[in-house]
C-alpha cells in the first residue's frame, strides 16, 4: 500500500538545526514532485519546500529561503528537509506531500518544536 512516513522532528533550540526525512513505499516515486508542508497550531497549512521527481529543480517559501534545503534520494525512495538556524516561528507539524498530475499522497506529519 502506499505510504509516506516522516521521521525526523522533536524539540530544538532556536539556533538549531534538524533533519527530517520522509520514506515513500507503495508507488513509483520517481515519478512524483514531492514537498514539504507545515501547519502551526491554529494556522492554515503552508507550503515550505518542494523539488521536481529528478532533483533537478527546488523552490522554497520566503519565511525558509537560506535556512532550509529539500533533497531527495531516488535510489531510497526518500526526500529530506534539512533545517537550520531554527527559530520558534518554525514550530509545526511538518507534512511530506508526493503529488503527479491529480495524485496526490500525504503522510501523517511530525512535530517539530523550536523553544528554549
Not at 524539540?11 to 527530517?20: A, E, I, N, T, Y
Not at 491554529?42 to 525558509?64: F, M, Q
Not at 533533497?71 to 511530506?96: F, G, H, I, W
Not at 499522497?105 to 517539530?112: A, F, Q, R, S
Request: net charge neutral; aromatic share 12%; charged share 15%.
Amino acid at each position: 500500500q502506499v505510504q509516506l512516513v516522516e521521521s525526523g522532528g522533536g524539540l530544538v533550540q532556536p539556533g538549531g538545526s534538524l533533519r527530517l526525512s520522509c520514506a515513500a513505499s507503495g508507488f513509483t516515486f520517481t515519478n512524483y514532485r514531492v514537498n514539504w508542508y507545515r501547519q502551526a497550531l491554529g494556522k492554515e497549512r503552508e507550503l515550505v519546500a518542494g523539488i521536481t521527481n529528478t532533483g533537478g529543480s527546488t523552490n522554497y517559501a520566503d519565511s525558509v529561503k537560506g535556512r532550509f534545503t529539500i533533497s531527495r534520494d531516488n535510489a531510497k525512495n526518500t526526500v529530506y528537509l534539512q533545517m537550520n538556524s531554527l527559530e520558534p516561528e518554525d514550530t509545526a507539524v511538518y507534512y511530506c506531500n508526493a503529488h503527479y498530475f491529480w495524485t496526490d499522497y500525504w503522510g501523517k506529519g511530525t512535530l517539530v518544536t523550536v523553544s528554549s
